[in-house]
């Protein structure tokens, strides 16, 4: 299949766009509004740090982490690698075999598509996580961002967060809840640019797909 570029792996924040369980729900209330009288329409955004697609800064899964202003945005921007890995988890994990094919070296971002369908009706309570022998085998191999089409690198009902732990430990940068319904694999130029939210732990981002090796000026 072919792709018109760019291509938005972004999930669309629609009313009642399911979030993690427990966490703040997505909310857009009418504000301003030309009919009642203002000047300009405007909306009232409330959401969580971590609503659709969106990227982790290291502060959320440890207290000394980098918080997102302090993430350079180069990690997000850049050389990445679709590959399709559906039917390759074992008990709902990625390992080291998910990257038999692949070369030693890989680009500095890699995007996992696991599979899961481009529209969210309901929060995907089972979905496909990471194994941390598969962060560090990545880590190895160059890999500094991990991207998902899952919600989450660790399972929903995990109380350690291994994946995230490991992540931590490699240096490793995720970003979660793609929408890579119909991307083909092989290598584009990912452009991710998180909302600038100064001293968060994580933020809503929108992703697009160019052509690889397209020249960002």
């Known amino acids: 299949m072919a792709l018109s570029f760019p291509h938005d792996i972004s999930r669309t924040l629609t009313p009642g ?33 971590h609503t659709g697609t969106h990227v982790d800064a290291p502060w959320h ?8 202003h302090e993430v350079p945005l180069d990690v997000w921007i850049g050389t990445c690698r ?7 988890a074992i008990d709902g994990l990625l390992h080291p075999s998910s990257l038999r094919d692949l070369p030693a070296v890989l680009p500095a971002r890699l995007l996992l598509h696991t599979g899961q369908p481009a529209h ?13 022998a598969l962060v560090r085998e990545l880590a190895r191999r160059g890999v500094r961002l991990i991207g998902t ?29 793609l929408n890579l319904n ?5 290598e584009y130029t990912l452009i991710c640019l998180p909302l600038p ?4 732990d994580g933020a809503p981002a929108r992703a697009i797909l ?7 000026t």
């Not at 909310?27 to 030309?34: A, H, K, N």
């Not at 939210?197 to 968060?200: K, N, R």
């Not at 160019?210 to 960002?216: D, Q, R, V």
């Open 61 to 68: 899964y440890d207290d000394e982490g980098a918080r997102l």
């Open 82 to 88: 679709v590959i399709d890995v559906r039917g390759a």
């Open 120 to 132: 969210w009706i309901t929060f995907p309570r089972d979905f496909v996580a990471l194994s941390p």
């Open 17 to 49: 766009h399911p979030n993690w369980p427990g966490d703040a729900p997505f909310i857009v209330e009418p504000g301003l509004r030309i009919a009642g009288g203002d000047t300009v329409n405007t909306g009232i955004l409330s959401t969580s740090t």
């Open 197 to 200: 939210l100064q001293g968060a």
């Open 149 to 177: 089409d899952s919600p989450s690198v660790d399972p929903l009902d995990s109380k350690t967060l291994d994946a995230h732990a490991a992540c931590r430990e490699n240096g490793t940068l995720i970003l979660e809840g």
């Open 210 to 216: 160019l052509p690889a090796g397209l020249p960002l």
């Open 182 to 186: 119909g991307v083909p694999d092989g």
